[in-house]
């Protein structure tokens, strides 16, 4: 049913090519200024993101519990890769903690754009810890920094 469903709204995506530039990139617009961020923040480090056959999607945040007890996941369907945020969280989390959302999407982008996996590591947006990693993460913009230098450090 799961796979049912993703095939649906893949064709949706692809049927609505308004959405979508030839690369086959889609990305929610509430999410489109993290994204933006995540660009920026790599190109400072010498990394370019790969936008082509990247999906970011918001998705019913009960479903995404039952399917993955998570707030994102990342994935990879043939040449797909998909992000999909849990719609309430991200909504919640906007205001006032934009940070949550920021380290949310960079840990996704963690694993889909830089073939990142988990880490122990609480200096790490690779440790799925999200709130343990934000307590840290939103002191200053010098840890900031530190945390984001981390992600994009030793990349093939
Ligand atoms: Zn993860």
Not at 21 to 28: L, P, S
Not at 65 to 68: K, R, W
């Given at each position: 049913m799961k796979n049912i469903i993703f095939i649906l709204?893949?064709?949706?995506?692809f049927s609505c090519s308004s959405f979508l530039?030839?690369?086959?990139?889609?990305?929610?617009p509430e999410i489109m200024p993290v994204l933006e961020t995540y660009e920026a923040e790599a190109l400072k480090?010498?990394?370019?993101?790969?936008?082509?056959?990247?999906f970011i999607i918001f998705e019913d945040h009960k479903q995404m519990?039952?399917?993955?007890k998570a707030?994102?996941?990342?994935g990879k369907k043939n040449s797909i890769r998909i992000i999909k945020i849990a719609d309430f969280y991200w909504k919640d989390f906007h205001d006032p903690f934009p940070l949550i959302n920021e380290i949310l999407?960079?840990?996704e982008l963690g694993h889909i754009d830089l073939n990142r996996q988990h880490t122990e590591n609480i200096n790490s947006i690779?440790?799925?810890?999200?709130?343990?990693v934000y307590?840290?993460?939103?002191q200053s913009e010098q840890i900031r920094e530190k945390y984001i230098d981390e992600l994009f450090q030793n990349l093939n």
């Open positions: 709204l893949i064709n949706l995506l530039d030839d690369e086959h990139f889609y990305c929610e480090r010498g990394h370019t993101l790969d936008k082509s056959n990247l519990y039952e399917d993955d707030f994102g996941t990342a999407l960079f840990h690779m440790c799925p810890r999200i709130y343990d307590d840290i993460y939103k």
